[in-house]
């Protein structure tokens, strides 16, 4: 095993990746100790009645296994159930009281015969159809085709 | 130049030759029997995925492999029996495989280490959707009781004179989840994996032949015809909890069991996490592909004549199928003491999902429960015990590992 790694490090210098040789030796080094270290894998003889006990004993690990599982995701799923109940109860509540409340009364239009809505500030309707009108006209185009932020009266 | 002799020579170290000395007509029923694995594979279906690959390997091991020694065969069994022997100067040296072995040796590396199964597990783990497992955690327990197969062709195999680490290696065929069948046969019994895992796949692609006669056995009409009411749906935070809820306690408790339910974990979480697509897309795909391509011809090149002809593979193979069966059994078992306890909510059927073998078993819950009441959809009820099979035979097999290596 030594020299089978030796031979490796020294092939892998010959590749003059300095880096390279000094990180896979130490893992080649990594790797020899763990096989050295890792225990003997040979099999074992078991009697009947050994085998009788593992067998049973290894099916109820299984069902306790997934039984602490079962019981995890019960525990997570009763969280996760109980959040959305309130969610839900949440979102009728406020269903209802939206129900209950006066529909919002739709707003007046305020300028129309321009394209979209204007905002009027201290202008009356009069006025500022007037403004309207002579804007289109001094840039030559129908009023229908201008769109009209908003008019405010400058004080 | 001696034409004769020269021809002699040739003739002398062809494989034709071979086949005439020395046991060489075991390759040739090996051969044999590569070109039936290929045929189930090909025309009929088996696993295809798999068996092809597997077969090839065990065609190409069995024409390549005349002398131990000849440095041009792809497999050598004498490496590796160097690997294992604790005594030889090549113990467990990677290193002597790499300078001394073949194409397919080189690829078995990755068998004997663990790797490929468990990067599989990474793949299905990155495929499975556990939502009907979360929504119904009672169905874990017939992924529980589904290992019951498990553990009787143990017991079976230690009565057959097989010692512990070859019973334990058989019987987790009958956790019907090849990956985790090779996965603990390369690390107690590697000898026996060419038997096994051909025994565990072609098992897991007779599914729909084995469990269908047991499971009209074992139920009556009246519970086959059990509609089950429909699962609750689970929630985003759930799913991505799940692999690390599951990660956490199985690994707790069965540190052997790291490799598979880590990697099947990991998986689960890159595809329900929402921010790795990519990787769950490569794992599911492309990273899956190129393991299996590696697993199937590897594990096929175990299959060399002068192993696997022996009476050994034939009770192997006689040992798994009484696991399958006995798997399906256990889970139905269970499956109609929950119809019993829920006053009939439970469709016992779901119960033979338990064997893992994703999604063939459930999909035989669902044909069987259909053919009972044409309006029966258990397909997404099996799915919940079918992925319990997973984490219950990936237990198991951490068990059978931490008892035996």
Redesign the interface.
Known sequence: ?EL??TT?DVAIIGGADEPTAIFLNEA?QE?TEM??K???????????AD??I???F??S??????????I???C??AI??AK?AKEKAAKEAENKSTKNTPAPVAEKPLAPGSAGHVKLFDVPDKEAAMIMAIVADKMQKPLNELHFISIKEVK | MDILETLKTLWNDSGFHSFLVDGGWKNLIMIAVSCVLLYLGIKKQFEPLLLVGIAFGCLLVNLSYFSPASADALYHLDLWDNFLDSEHPDYHSYGAILRNGGLLDILYIGVKAGVYPSLIFMGIGAMTDFGPLISNPKSLLLGAAAQMGVFLAFFGAVCLGFDGNAAASIGIIGGADGPTAIFLTSKLKPELLGPIAIAAYSYMALIPMIQPPIMRLLTTEKERKVKMEQSRMVSKTEKILFPIIVALFVILLLPSTAPLVGCLMLGNLWRECGVTERLSDTVQNGLMNIVTVFLGISVGATTVASRFLSLETIKIVGLGLTAFCFSTIGGLLVGKLMYKLTGGKVNPLIGSAGVSAVPMAARVAQSEGQKANPSNFLLMHAMGPNVAGVIGSAIAAGFLLAVFK
């Open positions: 095993m089978e790694n490796l080649i790797t096989t050295t890792e225990s003997e894998n040979e099999a074992k003889d078991i009697s009947i085998a009788g593992t067998a049973v290894g099916y690990v299984v069902f306790f296994g997934i039984l602490i599982l079962m995890v995701l019960y997570t799923g996760f159930k959305d």
